[in-house]
């Protein structure tokens, strides 16, 4: 990089321009900021967009932007100036990758990289930790993914262990209190003090009105420690969305149970997979079914116990699918997962949505990488669950239960180090609860042809003894609810303030889940 690339970067040099505050006082005394959001990477999207009114970033699909895309860079003009706009990127990126001042913004979890794209907010938190003096107090407006995301661990692990953090208000957007942003965003306003520990912290969640900062801190606000925090959450640190001490209770509880990452001698071992990307592996998708070719699944096609929400919009030859799950190894003729059932669930999902965790078995085709999905198949995955296992993790996936500790923990993505992170039972045939569970996810889900052989794996004799009438179906969800309640050990008002959490969900079914626990609860003297 020469001086004229610097120069044409107009850098700002704070020890140059606050050399008296940084220098001989150390740093700032307190920084209010509001940041903005947004990833540094070309945006190919944004850019096009200004070129072509065909172009939008939510209803044009993948093959119909490259074709544009293509037309569009015929022009000299246009080509030039997308080639100028990429080269805007890749050294700054850089800089911020290796720069000793931001060394808080890749976070490593379970050995692996994680939140390598570079937001800007998540800049703005540790130069603002950089700026302060010692004992130096910042407020900042950023999004909720500082106290939930996988990318932020690194910076939580920085404001836990080298500030005592003095504040985490969030609030849900739902009054519109930032205008063009999605309703359902979440806004955190986040303060801290530079140089101490944070062993709690005082915290409000999902709060609709400006006007409850005014009232934040205070004696009644919830405080969480950091101790809980690292038993709750202890490879991404992620904070869960407490709201009051029985929050806390529940979560203690079901902290009984093993959490889904942990690799267990001798019980059935959770490994999750992504298969086909939208994008890089675009060029396989075809947009006609034909002879050779196996449907796409996405996470969009399917909802709970359900596999047929949408049509496919993508097909794929089976034999290039095959080579590219295998890449250099050897095709063996081995079974490979799209060969199987597979439980899984939708990526995209937000905690403000009527439910969260999407999960479902899909019959043996491909699937792109929004159904994340139970690896079967591959080597160094030892004692995978079988089929029951997985009918069985679909159910307590889709309860209310695990739903209420799960969207707790997430914005906007299921990540799978989220789902790992959840305290599941490892239930196996022959324990209390098991059976019941998977005779009711099977009647939920086996009602079509394709899935006859997994019908009758469970001894029903074929997808027809499935259940399709609604009102059947809502039965069982129920049972299923109130059997999983029991299954960890929840109190009648647990369970029904758990309910209470899922606002969109009609009144009904949250009742008839209410009344299903109460039908299988324990008789006197029973366990």
Not at 301 to 309: A, G, K, P, R
Request: glycine share 6%; hydrophobic share 35%.
């Amino acid at each position: 990089m020469t001086l004229a690339d610097i120069e044409a970067l107009k850098p700002f040099h704070w020890g140059y321009e606050f050399d008296e505050i940084l220098h001989q006082r150390g740093g700032f005394d307190a920084i209010i900021t509001n940041p903005p959001w947004e990833i540094f990477k070309p945006d190919a999207k944004e850019f096009f967009a200004e070129h072509s009114n065909l172009v939008t970033k939510k209803k044009m699909d993948i093959k119909s932007f490259e074709k544009e895309q293509k037309k569009l860079l015929q022009d000299i003009e246009v080509s030039n100036a997308w080639l100028e706009y990429q080269s805007n990127f890749p050294h700054i990126s850089a800089y911020y990758r290796s720069a000793e001042q931001y060394k808080n913004q890749i976070s490593i979890v379970n050995g692996k990289k994680a939140g390598t794209d570079i937001n800007l907010y998540k800049l703005f938190v540790e130069q603002c930790f950089n700026l302060l003096r010692s004992g130096g107090e910042c407020g900042i407006v950023i999004p909720s993914g500082i106290y939930t995301d996988l990318g932020t661990k690194q910076l939580r692990e920085m404001l836990f262990s080298q500030t005592k953090v003095t504040g985490l208000f969030c609030l849900e957007n739902r009054k519109t209190i930032f205008e063009g942003v999605h309703k359902s965003f979440k806004i955190v306003v986040l303060t801290f003090e530079k140089d101490g520990i944070t062993t709690e912290f005082p915290s409000a969640f999902m709060r609709l009105d400006v006007d409850e900062l005014q009232r934040f801190p205070s004696a009644e606000s919830l405080q969480i420690s950091i101790e809980l925090v690292r038993k709750l959450s202890p490879d991404s640190l992620s904070v869960m969305e407490f709201k009051n001490q029985g929050d806390i209770r529940i979560a203690e509880k079901m902290l009984q149970f093993p959490l889904l990452g942990e690799q267990i001698e001798g019980k059935w071992n959770l490994r999750l997979t992504r298969e086909f990307d939208m994008t890089n592996d675009s060029h396989l998708f075809q947009q006609e079914p034909g002879k050779g070719r196996l449907p796409l699944y996405e996470g969009k096609m399917i909802e709970q116990f359900t596999h047929t929400l949408c049509q496919p919009r993508y097909w794929i030859e089976e034999s290039q699918g095959r080579a590219a799950i295998l890449g250099k190894e050897q095709d063996r003729g081995q079974t490979l997962d799209y060969q199987t059932y597979r439980s899984g669930f939708r990526k995209i999902a937000r905690n403000t949505d009527t439910r969260t965790m999407i999960a479902t078995v899909i019959p043996p085709y491909f699937k792109a990488e929004n159904f994340q999905s139970v690896l079967r198949y591959s080597q160094g995955i030892e004692t995978p669950p079988n089929n029951h296992q997985c009918l069985y993790l679909v159910g307590v996936w889709n309860s209310f239960v695990l739903d209420y500790a799960l969207r707790s923990r997430i914005s906007a993505n299921i990540n799978f180090f989220y789902v790992y992170q959840t305290p599941v039972p490892r239930l196996t045939s022959g324990d209390k609860y098991f059976w019941d569970i998977v005779q009711r996810a099977a009647k939920l889900i086996c009602t079509a042809p394709e899935f006859d052989e997994l019908a009758q794996e469970v001894g029903l004799n074929s997808h027809r003894e499935g259940v399709t009438d609604e009102t059947e179906r809502a039965k069982l969800r129920a049972e299923l609810d109130g059997i999983i309640a029991h299954l960890y050990g929840l109190t009648d008002a647990e369970f029904a303030y758990i309910l209470t959490t899922f606002p969109i969900v009609p009144e009904t079914v949250k009742q008839a889940a209410l009344a299903a626990y109460r039908t299988f609860a324990p008789k006197s003297g029973e366990p």
